[in-house]
């Protein structure tokens, strides 16, 4: 599938009647739980949180903007300590 390709096969792209591009602050309650309940059936729903990391505003792949940005800096944060504990740890030598 292309690069803009999987938009055309996204739930959202047959309901307009949402706010998928506006401001978080400005959506209500309703109209967010409805977009993730769209998300969460949608069969491209990885690649729209692929392209959700360049985006700075709108509701991408189940999430606004502020979701997006605390769920990476948690990933970011379990990666560095993945890699801080892999490097600092010296591997166990077995007795023979």
């Known amino acids: 599938m292309s690069a803009g390709q999987w938009q055309e096969n996204?739930?959202?792209?047959?309901?307009?009647?949402?706010p998928w591009l506006g401001?978080?602050?400005?959506?209500?309650?309703?109209q967010a739980d409805a977009m993730r309940w769209v998300c969460a059936a949608c069969p491209v729903r990885v690649m729209c949180l692929a392209?959700?990391?360049a985006e700075s505003g709108g509701f991408w792949a189940g999430r606004d903007r502020g979701l997006r940005r605390?769920?990476?800096?948690?990933?970011?944060a379990?990666?560095?300590?993945?890699?801080?504990?892999?490097?600092t740890?010296?591997?166990?030598?077995?007795a023979a």
């Not at 379990?78 to 490097?87: D, F, G, K, P």
């Not at 740890?89 to 077995?94: E, H, K, M, N, S």
């Open 23 to 30: 401001d978080s602050e400005a959506v209500s309650w309703d």
């Open 51 to 53: 392209q959700a990391e």
């Open 89 to 94: 740890t010296t591997p166990r030598r077995d």
């Open 10 to 18: 996204a739930a959202c792209a047959s309901r307009l009647d949402l």
């Open 70 to 76: 605390n769920r990476y800096a948690v990933t970011r």
């Open 78 to 87: 379990r990666v560095r300590a993945t890699t801080t504990v892999r490097a």
